[in-house]
């Protein structure tokens, strides 16, 4: 009940601040009043008795200070009087302002842009794809070469057998096909992504028209469009699903078209989708899962793990290969720390630019400061401590440096 009554009077004090000091200006009066006319009545003369009132409680506007300074709301209401003079200051000063917020704005701007790429490119899933703190890529690294290698179709069959630890397992190619795209007369170029035929299915990628192709659907020549594609080339236009467009010198059948959220596992974003059919011993996969429930990423690289040295003590895969798990993302984990190098690079540049603006900003500031000498000395004249200079030039700083990341923020955007 004490937090309710004081916010309540803090609330009061913020919003009828006139009010509220007109009363303290009234009270404070009649006290004063009454102690002179007690005195008075006691004897002693009106002038004495003023001054003797004025030792003993102090002077009023004094104590209505004191009084502002301690009543609840007191600091959120300095703090709203520094900044709406640190705004007056700024606009008077257009030109040191704008230099001062343009020079953090692009320290801020780039420093967010490179920050929000890597962390949508190595941090989270590619988007569009249900639950996707669930997915996982499945890595396998050759003992004695540097790097991770990319997985034949055999060993996506094995893996997809014996793993015990993950719900379900797909496999995609990383290079897009390029192929010549014929329908209605007309031709053109299209990149293709080739996945295995329960790709959608296991990334819970629902059709937004006709629908995706599943398990079933391993030898039928079908497509499913990016909504992107569709959209460009066939003018969004429902009735190209079940119609007939020729690949590869072949027809292939439009299943159907995926939402305009989903781009595909990797940056690159394809124009559609087929299902691997043929040329499979030659296929180079990623291999990714998802995992079952309740199933940790560490317990889902354990079981991994002992695919793999089964799969290395097989006749058929004579190889001594290293097999794990890692989070699933838009830069594949072969091609992951090449990524995390190039943009910390890049990070490193942007936050050594951002630190060159801070300091050229803070040079102007203290260049300012300077010509604020008489402003300063006027307000410790008429009784401003030290303190309160502090959190006044804080405040200013506070509210320049706001402004250039707004700034830079909607630069970035």
Same mark, same amino acid.
């Given at each position: 009940?004490?937090?309710?009554?004081?916010?309540?009077?803090?609330?009061?004090?913020?919003?009828?601040?006139?009010?509220?000091?007109?009363?303290?200006?009234?009270?404070?009066?009649?006290?004063?009043?009454?102690?002179?006319?007690?005195?008075?009545?006691?004897?002693?003369?009106?002038?004495?008795?003023?001054?003797?009132?004025?030792?003993?409680?102090?002077?009023?506007?004094?104590?209505?200070?004191?009084?502002?300074?301690?009543?609840?709301?007191?600091?959120?209401?300095?703090?709203?009087?520094?900044?709406?003079?640190?705004?007056?200051?700024?606009?008077?000063?257009?030109?040191?302002?704008?230099?001062?917020?343009?020079?953090?704005?692009?320290?801020?701007?780039?420093?967010?842009?490179?920050?929000?790429?890597?962390?949508?490119?190595?941090?989270?899933?590619?988007?569009?794809?249900?639950?996707?703190?669930?997915?996982?890529?499945?890595?396998?690294?050759?003992?004695?070469?540097?790097?991770?290698?990319?997985?034949?179709?055999?060993?996506?069959?094995?893996?997809?057998?014996?793993?015990?630890?993950?719900?379900?397992?797909?496999?995609?190619?990383?290079?897009?096909?390029?192929?010549?795209?014929?329908?209605?007369?007309?031709?053109?170029?299209?990149?293709?992504?080739?996945?295995?035929?329960?790709?959608?299915?296991?990334?819970?990628?629902?059709?937004?028209?006709?629908?995706?192709?599943?398990?079933?659907?391993?030898?039928?020549?079908?497509?499913?469009?990016?909504?992107?594609?569709?959209?460009?080339?066939?003018?969004?236009?429902?009735?190209?699903?079940?119609?007939?467009?020729?690949?590869?010198?072949?027809?292939?059948?439009?299943?159907?078209?995926?939402?305009?959220?989903?781009?595909?596992?990797?940056?690159?974003?394809?124009?559609?989708?087929?299902?691997?059919?043929?040329?499979?011993?030659?296929?180079?996969?990623?291999?990714?899962?998802?995992?079952?429930?309740?199933?940790?990423?560490?317990?889902?690289?354990?079981?991994?793990?002992?695919?793999?040295?089964?799969?290395?003590?097989?006749?058929?895969?004579?190889?001594?290969?290293?097999?794990?798990?890692?989070?699933?993302?838009?830069?594949? #984990? *072969?091609?992951? &720390?090449? +990524?995390?190098?190039?943009?910390? =690079? %890049?990070?490193?540049?942007?936050? /050594?630019?951002? !630190?060159?603006?801070?300091?050229?900003?803070?040079?102007?500031?203290?260049?300012?400061?300077?010509?604020?000498?008489?402003?300063?000395?006027?307000?410790? #004249? *008429?009784?401003? &401590?030290? +303190?309160?200079?502090?959190?006044? =030039? %804080?405040?200013?700083?506070?509210? /320049?440096?706001? !402004?250039?990341?707004?700034?830079?923020?909607?630069?970035?955007?």
């Amino acid at each position: 009940m004490r937090a309710i009554a004081r916010f309540r009077a803090a609330w009061r004090n913020l919003l009828y601040r006139d009010p509220v000091d007109r009363d303290l200006d009234d009270e404070l009066a009649a006290m004063f009043d009454t102690a002179v006319e007690e005195r008075v009545h006691a004897g002693v003369d009106l002038a004495e008795a003023r001054r003797l009132t004025n030792l003993e409680l102090g002077r009023k506007d004094s104590i209505a200070t004191e009084v502002r300074q301690r009543r609840a709301g007191a600091g959120l209401d300095a703090f709203l009087q520094d900044a709406r003079y640190g705004a007056r200051v700024l606009r008077s000063n257009p030109i040191f302002t704008l230099t001062a917020a343009l020079s953090l704005a692009i320290g801020i701007g780039a420093t967010t842009t490179i920050f929000t790429i890597a962390n949508g490119l190595l941090l989270r899933a590619a988007p569009g794809a249900a639950d996707p703190d669930s997915l996982v890529d499945i890595v396998r690294a050759e003992k004695g070469r540097f790097g991770l290698s990319l997985s034949p179709y055999a060993d996506y069959l094995e893996v997809r057998q014996r793993v015990t630890t993950l719900d379900s397992v797909y496999a995609y190619q990383l290079d897009l096909e390029s192929l010549s795209l014929r329908q209605g007369g007309g031709a053109e170029r299209v990149f293709a992504g080739i996945v295995t035929p329960n790709y959608f299915t296991v990334l819970g990628v629902s059709a937004a028209a006709g629908r995706v192709f599943g398990e079933g659907d391993a030898t039928e020549a079908l497509v499913v469009l990016s909504h992107g594609f569709w959209t460009r080339r066939f003018n969004a236009d429902p009735a190209i699903v079940g119609r007939a467009v020729h690949l590869k010198g072949r027809p292939y059948v439009v299943a159907g078209v995926v939402p305009a959220q989903f781009r595909g596992m990797t940056v690159i974003a394809p124009d559609l989708w087929l299902p691997i059919s043929a040329n499979l011993d030659s296929a180079k996969l990623i291999i990714g899962g998802r995992l079952k429930p309740g199933v940790t990423r560490a317990q889902a690289a354990a079981g991994v793990s002992a695919v793999g040295r089964t799969l290395g003590r097989d006749r058929r895969f004579p190889r001594d290969d290293e097999w794990t798990v890692t989070f699933s993302s838009p830069i594949p #984990a *072969i091609l992951r &720390g090449v +990524a995390a190098a190039f943009l910390s =690079l %890049l990070m490193i540049l942007v936050s /050594l630019v951002l !630190l060159i603006a801070c300091a050229n900003v803070a040079g102007i500031l203290l260049a300012r400061a300077t010509a604020r000498r008489r402003e300063i000395a006027v307000r410790v #004249a *008429i009784g401003a &401590g030290r +303190a309160r200079l502090v959190r006044q =030039l %804080l405040t200013e700083s506070t509210m /320049l440096f706001g !402004l250039g990341g707004v700034v830079g923020a909607a630069w970035r955007g």
